[in-house]
């Protein structure tokens, strides 16, 4: 069914180590659900989906409201303190601040991003996308533009399933395609320096540069992506066999 959302995702058929695929038509990612277009909804509809999951700040649902669905719950958990995060939260607030970053602050955009990707492993907001898991519930996950926030959980997701870290790596980095980035060179005519410019670029983007500052901060804490699987969110193999028969198939 036709639909205008950019970097939407099944995540069904992607491939594990053990050979198996993920199911399709149980697990969506996706960017802000936000729509007036019937043909959205009535696409939203089609996937019967038990719940989404969102990851936003409350400042950016209040500009751009997922839309309601039947006999679908809404669960809205931060991924991370929008206030903390205010150069990449995406609303018309956030990038106004973005824009008139000048002098040593033009930095701060940026490394709010990279703050973002050393924080958002270790946010427990994910929790909620594996209690949806253990209900064997049908779901979509979002944030805004559905590759950081959202990236960071479809990494969680796919590593508790078992697909190969390389394999994950290629699927975050995909938002790039699914999402290219928009053409920011007029901000210079309105006084925006080209360093920021690129900034902007960075931040609108999926990088390997991020991917491995996550992993970085998360193999500093833990001795593998089980330990921390298990010790920071409870992903234990018991529930891991559970999601295998839930959200897997063999070929």
Same mark, same amino acid.
């Given at each position: ?7 939407? +995702?099944?995540?069904?058929?992607? @491939? ?47 500009? @751009? ?18 206030? +903390?995060?205010?150069?990449?939260? %995406? ?5 106004? @601040?973005?824009?008139?970053? @000048? ?6 955009? /940026? ?57 994950? #790596? ?21 006084? %925006?320096? /080209? ?25 500093? /804490? ?16 018991? #529930? ?9 198939? /063999?070929?």
């Amino acid at each position: 069914m036709e639909h205008s959302y950019k970097n939407f +995702r099944d995540l069904g058929g992607l @491939r594990c180590a053990d050979g198996s695929r993920i199911k399709h038509g149980m697990i969506f990612r996706s960017p802000v659900l936000n729509t007036e277009n019937k043909s959205d909804i009535d696409f939203l509809e089609s996937l019967n989906l038990d719940c989404i999951i969102d990851f936003r700040s409350s400042e950016e649902i209040k500009e @751009r409201p997922d839309p309601t669905l039947k006999n679908c719950e809404y669960i809205h958990v931060p991924a991370f303190d929008g206030r +903390r995060y205010k150069y990449i939260v %995406v609303t018309k607030t956030g990038k106004l @601040r973005c824009i008139t970053l @000048r002098g040593k602050r033009i930095g701060n955009l /940026k490394q709010n991003k990279l703050d973002s990707y050393m924080e958002m492993p270790f946010s427990h907001a994910y929790n909620r996308i594996f209690e949806a898991m253990d209900e064997g519930k049908r779901f979509d996950f979002h944030c805004t533009e559905g590759k950081d926030r959202t990236g960071i959980a479809a990494f969680l997701i796919e590593l508790a399933l078992g697909r190969d870290e390389t394999e994950i #790596r290629k699927e975050y980095l995909l938002s790039n395609e699914y999402r290219p980035n928009k053409d920011r060179s007029w901000l210079k005519y309105i006084g %925006v320096p /080209k360093s920021l410019i690129a900034d902007i670029a960075f931040c609108e983007s999926t990088h390997d540069e991020l991917l491995d500052l996550s992993e970085k901060m998360i193999l500093e /804490k833990y001795n593998s992506f089980d330990e921390y699987l298990e010790k920071e969110f409870g992903v234990t193999e018991e #529930r891991r066999n559970k999601w295998r028969e839930i959200y897997l198939e /063999k070929e």
